[in-house]
Protein backbone atom coordinates (compact mmCIF):
# COMPACT_ATOMS: atom_id res chain seq x y z
CA UNK A 1 0.00 0.00 0.00
CA UNK A 2 1.89 2.94 -1.22
CA UNK A 3 -0.10 6.15 -2.39
CA UNK A 4 -2.65 7.81 0.07
CA UNK A 5 -5.85 9.11 -1.47
CA UNK A 6 -5.89 12.61 -1.90
CA UNK A 7 -9.16 14.61 -1.38
CA UNK A 8 -11.18 14.64 -4.69
CA UNK A 9 -10.10 18.32 -5.71
CA UNK A 10 -9.72 17.68 -9.63
CA UNK A 11 -12.68 15.62 -10.85
CA UNK A 12 -14.87 17.22 -13.31
CA UNK A 13 -18.68 15.79 -13.05
CA UNK A 14 -19.60 16.53 -16.52
CA UNK A 15 -23.22 16.18 -15.60
CA UNK A 16 -25.49 16.63 -18.78
CA UNK A 17 -28.31 19.29 -18.52
CA UNK A 18 -30.72 16.82 -20.30
CA UNK A 19 -30.97 14.86 -17.24
CA UNK A 20 -31.31 14.44 -13.96
CA UNK A 21 -28.91 14.85 -11.52
CA UNK A 22 -27.93 11.48 -11.09
CA UNK A 23 -24.91 9.29 -9.44
CA UNK A 24 -22.32 12.27 -9.42
CA UNK A 25 -25.29 15.01 -8.44
CA UNK A 26 -23.56 15.56 -4.36
CA UNK A 27 -19.79 14.93 -5.76
CA UNK A 28 -18.32 17.91 -4.78
CA UNK A 29 -21.22 19.57 -2.87
CA UNK A 30 -20.23 21.02 0.63
CA UNK A 31 -20.03 17.99 3.83
CA UNK A 32 -21.62 15.89 0.54
CA UNK A 33 -20.56 12.60 2.33
CA UNK A 34 -22.75 13.64 5.70
CA UNK A 35 -26.08 12.00 6.61
CA UNK A 36 -27.65 15.73 6.95
CA UNK A 37 -26.13 16.31 3.78
CA UNK A 38 -27.95 13.49 1.81
CA UNK A 39 -30.95 13.66 3.71
CA UNK A 40 -31.63 17.41 2.65
CA UNK A 41 -30.73 15.97 -0.89
CA UNK A 42 -33.96 13.29 -0.81
CA UNK A 43 -31.54 10.41 0.46
CA UNK A 44 -33.21 7.48 2.03
CA UNK A 45 -36.80 7.86 0.36
CA UNK A 46 -35.85 4.88 -2.03
CA UNK A 47 -34.94 2.74 0.51
CA UNK A 48 -38.33 3.41 1.91
CA UNK A 49 -39.92 2.84 -1.86
CA UNK A 50 -38.46 -0.44 -1.86
CA UNK A 51 -39.73 -1.53 1.75
CA UNK A 52 -43.70 -0.41 0.28
CA UNK A 53 -43.13 -2.38 -3.02
CA UNK A 54 -41.59 -5.56 -1.48
CA UNK A 55 -38.19 -8.30 -1.71
CA UNK A 56 -39.80 -9.63 -5.17
CA UNK A 57 -40.72 -6.49 -6.60
CA UNK A 58 -37.51 -4.60 -5.97
CA UNK A 59 -35.75 -7.26 -7.82
CA UNK A 60 -37.92 -7.09 -10.82
CA UNK A 61 -37.70 -3.24 -11.18
CA UNK A 62 -33.95 -3.65 -11.47
CA UNK A 63 -34.90 -6.56 -13.94
CA UNK A 64 -36.76 -4.19 -15.94
CA UNK A 65 -34.78 -1.19 -15.66
CA UNK A 66 -32.35 -2.77 -17.95
CA UNK A 67 -29.55 -2.21 -15.36
CA UNK A 68 -25.98 -4.00 -15.87
CA UNK A 69 -23.11 -4.67 -13.45
CA UNK A 70 -20.49 -1.69 -13.80
CA UNK A 71 -17.48 -3.62 -12.78
CA UNK A 72 -16.91 -4.07 -16.18
CA UNK A 73 -18.22 -7.71 -17.69
CA UNK A 74 -21.74 -5.68 -17.57
CA UNK A 75 -23.55 -8.72 -16.79
CA UNK A 76 -27.47 -8.05 -15.86
CA UNK A 77 -28.08 -6.91 -12.44
CA UNK A 78 -31.63 -8.06 -11.26
CA UNK A 79 -31.17 -11.28 -13.17
CA UNK A 80 -27.98 -12.05 -10.99
CA UNK A 81 -30.23 -11.28 -7.84
CA UNK A 82 -33.03 -13.08 -9.09
CA UNK A 83 -30.30 -16.54 -9.08
CA UNK A 84 -30.65 -15.74 -5.08
CA UNK A 85 -32.50 -18.74 -3.50
CA UNK A 86 -35.44 -17.77 -2.02
CA UNK A 87 -36.74 -18.79 2.05
CA UNK A 88 -33.82 -21.63 2.25
CA UNK A 89 -33.51 -20.54 5.68
CA UNK A 90 -29.66 -20.26 5.38
CA UNK A 91 -28.00 -16.76 6.17
CA UNK A 92 -27.36 -14.80 2.89
CA UNK A 93 -24.75 -12.02 2.18
CA UNK A 94 -24.43 -9.36 -0.39
CA UNK A 95 -20.62 -7.82 -0.63
CA UNK A 96 -20.10 -4.82 -2.79
CA UNK A 97 -16.39 -4.66 -4.91
CA UNK A 98 -14.61 -1.33 -4.01
CA UNK A 99 -11.54 -2.30 -4.85
CA UNK A 100 -11.48 -0.65 -7.98
CA UNK A 101 -7.42 -1.42 -9.38
CA UNK A 102 -8.04 -1.33 -13.07
CA UNK A 103 -5.36 1.43 -14.39
CA UNK A 104 -7.61 4.04 -15.87
CA UNK A 105 -10.55 3.36 -13.84
CA UNK A 106 -11.30 6.25 -11.16
CA UNK A 107 -15.10 6.28 -11.29
CA UNK A 108 -16.17 4.54 -7.39
CA UNK A 109 -13.38 6.26 -5.29
CA UNK A 110 -15.04 9.21 -5.35
CA UNK A 111 -18.85 7.33 -4.96
CA UNK A 112 -16.80 6.32 -1.68
CA UNK A 113 -15.61 9.03 -0.37
CA UNK A 114 -17.79 11.79 -1.51
CA UNK A 115 -21.42 10.13 -1.61
CA UNK A 116 -21.31 6.92 0.95
CA UNK A 117 -25.35 7.15 1.87
CA UNK A 118 -25.82 6.71 -1.84
CA UNK A 119 -24.16 3.21 -1.39
CA UNK A 120 -25.00 2.17 1.58
CA UNK A 121 -29.28 2.83 0.72
CA UNK A 122 -28.21 1.17 -2.83
CA UNK A 123 -26.87 -2.09 -0.54
CA UNK A 124 -29.63 -1.63 2.17
CA UNK A 125 -32.17 -2.39 -0.97
CA UNK A 126 -30.27 -4.97 -2.41
CA UNK A 127 -30.28 -6.64 0.68
CA UNK A 128 -33.99 -6.15 1.42
CA UNK A 129 -34.57 -7.93 -2.36
CA UNK A 130 -32.45 -10.76 -1.64
CA UNK A 131 -33.26 -11.52 1.81
CA UNK A 132 -29.27 -10.95 2.92
CA UNK A 133 -29.32 -9.45 6.36
CA UNK A 134 -25.02 -8.87 6.09
CA UNK A 135 -22.89 -6.94 3.92
CA UNK A 136 -19.39 -6.18 3.55
CA UNK A 137 -17.57 -3.41 1.53
CA UNK A 138 -14.29 -4.34 0.41
CA UNK A 139 -12.31 -0.94 -0.29
CA UNK A 140 -9.17 -0.86 -2.21
CA UNK A 141 -6.26 -0.27 0.37
CA UNK A 142 -4.99 2.46 -1.02
CA UNK A 143 -8.50 4.27 -0.70
CA UNK A 144 -7.82 5.31 2.52
CA UNK A 145 -10.10 8.47 2.52
CA UNK A 146 -12.80 6.33 0.89
CA UNK A 147 -12.58 3.84 3.49
CA UNK A 148 -12.82 6.33 6.63
CA UNK A 149 -15.78 8.23 4.89
CA UNK A 150 -17.42 5.21 4.30
CA UNK A 151 -16.81 4.03 8.09
CA UNK A 152 -18.01 7.20 9.59
CA UNK A 153 -21.45 6.72 7.44
CA UNK A 154 -21.90 3.74 8.52
CA UNK A 155 -21.96 4.40 12.23
CA UNK A 156 -24.26 7.65 11.34
CA UNK A 157 -26.23 5.18 9.47
CA UNK A 158 -26.27 3.07 12.93
CA UNK A 159 -27.16 5.53 15.44
CA UNK A 160 -30.08 6.41 13.22
CA UNK A 161 -31.88 3.30 12.64
CA UNK A 162 -30.96 3.43 8.90
CA UNK A 163 -28.59 0.01 10.00
CA UNK A 164 -29.39 -2.73 12.25
CA UNK A 165 -32.14 -4.30 14.19
CA UNK A 166 -35.44 -3.39 12.23
CA UNK A 167 -34.71 -0.95 9.79
CA UNK A 168 -36.49 1.98 9.46
CA UNK A 169 -39.54 0.03 11.44
CA UNK A 170 -39.70 -2.42 8.16
CA UNK A 171 -39.17 -5.65 10.22
CA UNK A 172 -35.97 -6.32 8.38
CA UNK A 173 -32.18 -6.59 9.67
CA UNK A 174 -29.27 -5.59 8.33
CA UNK A 175 -25.62 -4.89 9.33
CA UNK A 176 -23.05 -3.56 7.16
CA UNK A 177 -19.06 -4.23 7.71
CA UNK A 178 -15.98 -1.98 5.71
CA UNK A 179 -12.84 -4.46 5.06
CA UNK A 180 -9.90 -2.98 4.23
CA UNK A 181 -7.53 -4.33 1.36
CA UNK A 182 -4.28 -4.58 1.20
CA UNK A 183 -3.17 -3.56 -2.29
CA UNK A 184 -3.86 -6.47 -4.56
CA UNK A 185 -5.31 -5.97 -7.83
CA UNK A 186 -6.90 -9.79 -7.90
CA UNK A 187 -8.69 -8.93 -4.50
CA UNK A 188 -10.88 -7.23 -7.17
CA UNK A 189 -12.05 -10.58 -8.86
CA UNK A 190 -14.88 -11.44 -7.02
CA UNK A 191 -13.88 -15.35 -5.57
CA UNK A 192 -10.75 -14.03 -4.81
CA UNK A 193 -12.17 -11.14 -3.26
CA UNK A 194 -14.72 -13.69 -0.96
CA UNK A 195 -11.61 -15.72 0.04
CA UNK A 196 -9.47 -12.50 1.25
CA UNK A 197 -12.67 -11.99 3.22
CA UNK A 198 -12.96 -15.02 4.50
CA UNK A 199 -9.06 -14.46 5.84
CA UNK A 200 -7.40 -16.90 3.32
CA UNK A 201 -4.70 -15.82 0.46
CA UNK A 202 -6.46 -14.47 -2.61
CA UNK A 203 -6.66 -16.75 -4.98
CA UNK A 204 -9.61 -17.25 -7.25
CA UNK A 205 -12.09 -19.92 -7.22
CA UNK A 206 -13.77 -22.13 -9.76
CA UNK A 207 -16.23 -20.45 -11.33
CA UNK A 208 -19.00 -21.99 -11.71
CA UNK A 209 -20.43 -22.29 -8.74
CA UNK A 210 -21.34 -18.33 -9.51
CA UNK A 211 -21.62 -17.16 -5.93
CA UNK A 212 -25.75 -17.26 -5.25
CA UNK A 213 -24.92 -20.72 -5.28
CA UNK A 214 -21.72 -21.17 -3.19
CA UNK A 215 -20.19 -17.50 -1.61
CA UNK A 216 -19.25 -16.53 0.78
CA UNK A 217 -18.38 -19.57 3.51
CA UNK A 218 -20.13 -21.29 0.47
CA UNK A 219 -23.44 -19.45 1.19
CA UNK A 220 -25.46 -17.59 -1.30
CA UNK A 221 -24.04 -14.33 -2.29
CA UNK A 222 -24.35 -11.37 -4.31
CA UNK A 223 -21.49 -9.23 -5.61
CA UNK A 224 -21.87 -5.88 -7.05
CA UNK A 225 -19.31 -3.11 -8.29
CA UNK A 226 -20.03 0.38 -6.08
CA UNK A 227 -21.18 2.03 -9.14
CA UNK A 228 -24.12 -0.82 -9.44
CA UNK A 229 -25.24 -0.51 -5.86
CA UNK A 230 -25.40 3.49 -6.20
CA UNK A 231 -27.52 3.05 -9.53
CA UNK A 232 -30.08 0.55 -7.52
CA UNK A 233 -30.60 3.43 -5.24
CA UNK A 234 -31.04 5.94 -7.77
CA UNK A 235 -33.52 3.25 -9.94
CA UNK A 236 -35.59 3.00 -6.63
CA UNK A 237 -35.91 6.28 -6.11
CA UNK A 238 -37.01 7.22 -10.00
CA UNK A 239 -38.35 4.05 -10.68
CA UNK A 240 -37.18 1.53 -13.77
CA UNK A 241 -38.79 3.17 -16.47
CA UNK A 242 -36.60 6.84 -15.59
CA UNK A 243 -33.74 4.80 -16.26
CA UNK A 244 -34.33 2.06 -19.32
CA UNK A 245 -35.62 5.79 -20.97
CA UNK A 246 -31.68 6.38 -21.06
CA UNK A 247 -29.14 5.06 -22.71
CA UNK A 248 -29.62 2.35 -25.92
CA UNK A 249 -31.40 -0.94 -26.17
CA UNK A 250 -29.41 -2.86 -24.64
CA UNK A 251 -27.46 -0.96 -22.81
CA UNK A 252 -29.62 1.30 -20.78
CA UNK A 253 -29.20 4.26 -18.29
CA UNK A 254 -26.05 6.73 -17.25
CA UNK A 255 -22.50 5.50 -16.66
CA UNK A 256 -19.85 7.35 -15.22
CA UNK A 257 -16.98 7.09 -17.55
CA UNK A 258 -13.48 8.39 -16.77
CA UNK A 259 -10.70 9.91 -18.89
CA UNK A 260 -7.09 10.09 -18.98
CA UNK A 261 -4.00 10.96 -20.65
CA UNK A 262 -3.20 13.85 -22.86
CA UNK A 263 -6.88 15.42 -22.48
CA UNK A 264 -7.38 18.85 -21.58
CA UNK A 265 -10.21 17.76 -18.61
CA UNK A 266 -9.45 15.14 -17.85
CA UNK A 267 -11.91 13.77 -15.21
CA UNK A 268 -15.25 11.62 -14.21
CA UNK A 269 -18.33 12.50 -16.76
CA UNK A 270 -21.64 10.96 -16.22
CA UNK A 271 -23.36 10.70 -19.10
CA UNK A 272 -25.91 7.99 -21.02
CA UNK A 273 -24.43 5.03 -22.21
CA UNK A 274 -24.58 5.07 -25.93
CA UNK A 275 -22.16 9.02 -26.28
CA UNK A 276 -19.90 8.25 -28.60
CA UNK A 277 -16.15 8.27 -27.86
CA UNK A 278 -16.20 11.49 -29.68
CA UNK A 279 -18.33 13.30 -27.38
CA UNK A 280 -16.50 12.58 -24.47
CA UNK A 281 -13.10 13.63 -25.92
CA UNK A 282 -14.13 16.35 -27.74
CA UNK A 283 -17.44 18.18 -26.04
CA UNK A 284 -16.38 17.22 -22.31
CA UNK A 285 -12.71 16.60 -21.84
CA UNK A 286 -12.16 19.27 -23.81
CA UNK A 287 -10.01 16.95 -26.81
CA UNK A 288 -6.73 16.16 -27.29
CA UNK A 289 -3.88 18.34 -25.87
CA UNK A 290 -1.28 16.52 -28.18
CA UNK A 291 -1.88 13.88 -31.12
CA UNK A 292 -3.24 10.58 -29.53
CA UNK A 293 -2.83 7.42 -31.73
CA UNK A 294 -5.08 5.10 -29.74
CA UNK A 295 -7.91 4.69 -27.34
CA UNK A 296 -7.82 2.05 -24.54
CA UNK A 297 -11.58 2.41 -23.85
CA UNK A 298 -12.73 0.57 -20.77
CA UNK A 299 -10.13 0.08 -18.18
CA UNK A 300 -6.01 -1.60 -19.22
CA UNK A 301 -7.54 -4.93 -20.19
CA UNK A 302 -10.07 -3.56 -22.85
CA UNK A 303 -7.93 -3.93 -26.35
CA UNK A 304 -6.73 -0.51 -27.66
CA UNK A 305 -8.67 0.63 -30.69
CA UNK A 306 -7.29 2.83 -33.09
CA UNK A 307 -7.89 6.88 -33.00
CA UNK A 308 -9.87 7.34 -35.68
CA UNK A 309 -12.78 9.08 -36.92
CA UNK A 310 -14.52 5.68 -37.22
CA UNK A 311 -13.88 4.52 -33.73
CA UNK A 312 -14.27 8.60 -32.48
CA UNK A 313 -17.94 7.83 -33.65
CA UNK A 314 -18.57 4.84 -32.10
CA UNK A 315 -20.93 4.96 -29.49
CA UNK A 316 -19.70 3.55 -25.73
CA UNK A 317 -22.05 0.91 -24.91
CA UNK A 318 -21.65 -2.81 -24.26
CA UNK A 319 -22.45 -4.10 -28.01
CA UNK A 320 -20.86 -1.08 -30.27
CA UNK A 321 -17.32 -1.39 -28.40
CA UNK A 322 -17.61 -5.10 -28.69
CA UNK A 323 -18.54 -4.64 -32.14
CA UNK A 324 -15.58 -2.06 -33.01
CA UNK A 325 -13.10 -5.05 -32.06
CA UNK A 326 -12.72 -3.96 -27.47
CA UNK A 327 -14.52 -3.79 -24.56
CA UNK A 328 -16.72 -0.99 -22.66
CA UNK A 329 -15.38 -2.39 -19.74
CA UNK A 330 -15.77 0.30 -16.61
CA UNK A 331 -15.91 3.17 -19.15
CA UNK A 332 -12.06 4.25 -18.17
CA UNK A 333 -11.05 5.60 -21.29
CA UNK A 334 -6.92 6.28 -21.68
CA UNK A 335 -5.72 8.01 -24.46
CA UNK A 336 -2.07 6.78 -26.10
CA UNK A 337 -0.18 9.90 -27.66
CA UNK A 338 1.42 9.66 -31.11
CA UNK A 339 4.90 10.63 -29.69
CA UNK A 340 5.28 7.69 -26.92
CA UNK A 341 6.58 4.63 -27.78
CA UNK A 342 3.73 2.33 -27.71
CA UNK A 343 6.28 -0.96 -26.68
CA UNK A 344 7.06 0.87 -23.71
CA UNK A 345 3.68 1.80 -22.96
CA UNK A 346 2.27 -1.62 -23.06
CA UNK A 347 5.21 -3.30 -20.80
CA UNK A 348 4.09 -0.88 -18.46
CA UNK A 349 0.93 -2.70 -18.12
CA UNK A 350 2.72 -6.09 -18.88
CA UNK A 351 4.79 -5.55 -15.75
CA UNK A 352 1.30 -4.44 -13.57
CA UNK A 353 -0.21 -7.40 -14.74
CA UNK A 354 3.02 -9.65 -14.42
CA UNK A 355 3.32 -8.49 -10.56
CA UNK A 356 -0.48 -8.21 -9.50
CA UNK A 357 -0.63 -11.90 -10.86
CA UNK A 358 -1.46 -14.70 -7.64
CA UNK A 359 1.02 -17.23 -9.04
CA UNK A 360 -1.91 -19.85 -8.90
CA UNK A 361 -1.78 -21.03 -12.64
CA UNK A 362 1.19 -21.59 -15.04
CA UNK A 363 0.05 -20.02 -17.83
CA UNK A 364 -0.38 -16.48 -15.90
CA UNK A 365 2.69 -16.73 -13.35
CA UNK A 366 5.35 -18.77 -15.89
CA UNK A 367 4.18 -16.57 -18.65
CA UNK A 368 3.04 -13.13 -17.89
CA UNK A 369 5.22 -13.00 -15.15
CA UNK A 370 7.90 -14.83 -16.52
CA UNK A 371 8.34 -14.51 -20.02
CA UNK A 372 5.91 -11.49 -21.25
CA UNK A 373 7.62 -9.62 -18.73
CA UNK A 374 10.92 -10.83 -19.66
CA UNK A 375 10.10 -10.41 -23.26
CA UNK A 376 8.98 -7.10 -23.06
CA UNK A 377 11.66 -5.68 -20.80
CA UNK A 378 14.31 -7.15 -23.06
CA UNK A 379 13.04 -5.13 -26.47
CA UNK A 380 12.46 -1.73 -24.40
CA UNK A 381 16.08 -1.83 -23.12
CA UNK A 382 17.29 -2.14 -26.73
CA UNK A 383 18.22 -6.05 -26.31
CA UNK A 384 15.12 -7.06 -28.89
CA UNK A 385 16.59 -9.81 -31.89
CA UNK A 386 14.80 -10.70 -35.10
CA UNK A 387 11.61 -12.66 -34.55
CA UNK A 388 10.76 -11.50 -31.26
CA UNK A 389 7.31 -9.91 -32.19
CA UNK A 390 6.64 -13.79 -33.72
CA UNK A 391 7.42 -14.81 -29.83
CA UNK A 392 5.47 -12.45 -28.04
CA UNK A 393 2.40 -13.93 -30.34
CA UNK A 394 3.69 -17.41 -29.89
CA UNK A 395 3.58 -16.89 -26.12
CA UNK A 396 0.36 -15.12 -26.49
CA UNK A 397 -1.29 -17.98 -27.81
CA UNK A 398 0.12 -20.53 -25.69
CA UNK A 399 -1.94 -18.05 -22.84
CA UNK A 400 -4.95 -16.96 -23.94
CA UNK A 401 -7.96 -18.75 -22.80
CA UNK A 402 -5.83 -20.97 -20.64
CA UNK A 403 -5.59 -19.14 -17.20
CA UNK A 404 -7.57 -19.80 -14.21
CA UNK A 405 -9.41 -16.55 -14.23
CA UNK A 406 -8.99 -13.32 -16.50
CA UNK A 407 -6.55 -11.28 -15.84
CA UNK A 408 -4.07 -12.93 -17.80
CA UNK A 409 -6.61 -12.55 -21.06
CA UNK A 410 -6.59 -9.25 -19.65
CA UNK A 411 -2.89 -8.58 -20.06
CA UNK A 412 -3.12 -9.79 -23.66
CA UNK A 413 -5.71 -7.15 -24.67
CA UNK A 414 -3.18 -4.48 -24.70
CA UNK A 415 -0.24 -7.07 -26.16
CA UNK A 416 -2.15 -7.93 -28.76
CA UNK A 417 -3.99 -5.31 -30.08
CA UNK A 418 -0.98 -3.02 -29.64
CA UNK A 419 0.90 -5.83 -31.79
CA UNK A 420 -1.77 -5.66 -34.59
CA UNK A 421 -1.89 -1.91 -34.52
CA UNK A 422 1.76 -0.58 -34.11
CA UNK A 423 3.94 -3.82 -35.82
CA UNK A 424 6.13 -1.28 -36.87
CA UNK A 425 7.12 -0.01 -33.56
CA UNK A 426 7.65 -3.40 -32.28
CA UNK A 427 9.62 -4.22 -35.76
CA UNK A 428 11.80 -1.26 -35.18
CA UNK A 429 13.01 -2.37 -31.52
CA UNK A 430 12.87 -6.37 -32.62
CA UNK A 431 14.87 -5.67 -35.95
CA UNK A 432 17.37 -2.40 -34.77
CA UNK A 433 17.03 -2.06 -30.71
CA UNK A 434 15.77 1.20 -31.04
CA UNK A 435 12.52 2.73 -30.97
CA UNK A 436 10.63 4.90 -33.29
CA UNK A 437 9.07 6.84 -30.57
CA UNK A 438 11.21 7.85 -27.20
CA UNK A 439 9.00 6.34 -24.06
CA UNK A 440 7.60 8.56 -21.95
CA UNK A 441 8.45 8.62 -17.85
CA UNK A 442 6.47 6.29 -16.25
CA UNK A 443 5.68 6.53 -12.66
CA UNK A 444 7.22 3.18 -12.04
CA UNK A 445 10.64 4.10 -13.26
CA UNK A 446 10.59 6.95 -10.48
N1 LIG B 1 -13.36 -2.25 -11.76
C1 LIG B 1 -12.10 -2.65 -11.84
O1 LIG B 1 -11.19 -2.04 -11.25
C2 LIG B 1 -11.77 -3.87 -12.66
C3 LIG B 1 -10.51 -4.46 -12.56
C4 LIG B 1 -10.22 -5.57 -13.35
C5 LIG B 1 -11.18 -6.11 -14.19
N2 LIG B 1 -12.40 -5.52 -14.26
C6 LIG B 1 -13.46 -6.05 -15.14
O2 LIG B 1 -13.76 -7.35 -14.74
C7 LIG B 1 -14.36 -8.00 -15.84
C8 LIG B 1 -14.26 -9.48 -15.68
O3 LIG B 1 -14.92 -9.82 -14.47
P1 LIG B 1 -15.35 -11.31 -14.16
O4 LIG B 1 -14.19 -12.20 -14.41
O5 LIG B 1 -16.00 -11.33 -12.82
O6 LIG B 1 -16.47 -11.55 -15.29
P2 LIG B 1 -17.59 -12.64 -15.42
O7 LIG B 1 -18.20 -12.46 -16.75
O8 LIG B 1 -17.09 -13.98 -15.01
O9 LIG B 1 -18.69 -12.25 -14.29
C9 LIG B 1 -19.36 -11.02 -14.25
C10 LIG B 1 -20.46 -11.11 -13.19
O10 LIG B 1 -21.56 -11.86 -13.66
C11 LIG B 1 -21.75 -13.05 -12.90
N3 LIG B 1 -22.01 -14.15 -13.84
C12 LIG B 1 -21.43 -14.33 -15.05
N4 LIG B 1 -21.94 -15.44 -15.65
C13 LIG B 1 -22.86 -15.94 -14.79
C14 LIG B 1 -23.73 -17.07 -14.84
N5 LIG B 1 -23.75 -17.89 -15.89
N6 LIG B 1 -24.54 -17.30 -13.78
C15 LIG B 1 -24.52 -16.46 -12.71
N7 LIG B 1 -23.73 -15.37 -12.61
C16 LIG B 1 -22.91 -15.12 -13.64
C17 LIG B 1 -20.48 -13.26 -12.11
O11 LIG B 1 -20.73 -13.93 -10.90
C18 LIG B 1 -20.01 -11.82 -11.92
O12 LIG B 1 -20.63 -11.25 -10.81
C19 LIG B 1 -13.65 -7.45 -17.06
O13 LIG B 1 -14.61 -7.23 -18.06
C20 LIG B 1 -13.04 -6.12 -16.58
O14 LIG B 1 -13.61 -5.03 -17.27
C21 LIG B 1 -12.72 -4.43 -13.50
C1 LIG C 1 -8.55 -9.56 -12.15
C2 LIG C 1 -9.91 -8.95 -11.95
C3 LIG C 1 -10.04 -7.82 -11.15
C4 LIG C 1 -11.31 -7.26 -10.96
N1 LIG C 1 -11.41 -6.13 -10.21
C5 LIG C 1 -12.64 -5.56 -10.01
C6 LIG C 1 -12.77 -4.40 -9.21
O1 LIG C 1 -11.80 -3.85 -8.69
N2 LIG C 1 -14.03 -3.87 -9.04
C7 LIG C 1 -15.14 -4.47 -9.59
O2 LIG C 1 -16.26 -3.99 -9.38
N3 LIG C 1 -15.03 -5.58 -10.34
C8 LIG C 1 -13.81 -6.14 -10.56
N4 LIG C 1 -13.71 -7.29 -11.29
C9 LIG C 1 -14.96 -7.91 -11.77
C10 LIG C 1 -15.60 -8.76 -10.64
O3 LIG C 1 -15.03 -10.07 -10.69
C11 LIG C 1 -17.13 -8.89 -10.82
O4 LIG C 1 -17.44 -9.17 -12.16
C12 LIG C 1 -17.87 -7.61 -10.42
O5 LIG C 1 -17.54 -7.19 -9.12
C13 LIG C 1 -19.35 -7.88 -10.47
O6 LIG C 1 -20.07 -6.71 -10.18
P1 LIG C 1 -21.09 -6.05 -11.24
O7 LIG C 1 -21.98 -7.17 -11.72
O8 LIG C 1 -21.81 -5.03 -10.45
O9 LIG C 1 -20.26 -5.49 -12.33
C14 LIG C 1 -12.46 -7.87 -11.54
C15 LIG C 1 -12.31 -9.00 -12.34
C16 LIG C 1 -11.05 -9.53 -12.55
C17 LIG C 1 -10.93 -10.73 -13.43
S1 LIG D 1 -4.76 -16.11 -14.26
FE1 LIG D 1 -3.16 -15.22 -12.93
S2 LIG D 1 -4.30 -14.16 -11.35
FE2 LIG D 1 -5.74 -15.60 -12.33
S3 LIG D 1 -5.59 -17.49 -11.13
FE3 LIG D 1 -4.08 -17.67 -12.76
S4 LIG D 1 -2.19 -16.90 -11.79
FE4 LIG D 1 -3.87 -16.19 -10.53
Redesign the pocket.
Known sequence: MTVADPAPKAITSGLDPRFAPTLYARVGRPDSWTLDAYLQSGGYTAVRRAFSLGNDAVIDEVKKSGLR?R?????ATGL?WS?MPLNDGRPHYIVC?A????PG?FK?RYLLSEDPHQLIEGMIIAGFAMRASVGYIYIRGEYVLAAQRVQAAIEEARRTGLLGRDVLGSGFDFQLHVHRGAGA?IC???TALMNSLEGLRANPRL??P???AAGLYGLPT????VETFCAATQILRYGWAWHAGMGTEKSRGMKLFQISGPVARPGVYELPLGTTFRELIHDWAGGPTEPVKAIIP??S??PMMPFSDRILDTPMDYESVAAAGS?L??GGVTLVPTADCIVNATWNLVRFYGHESCGKCTPCREGISGWMTRMYEKLVRGGGQPGDVELILDMSDNIGGKSF??LAD?CLGPVLSSVRLFREEYDALANTGRPLYPARKRWRDE
Open positions: GGGAGFKFNDESESDYGEEKPFPATINNGGSCMGTCAA
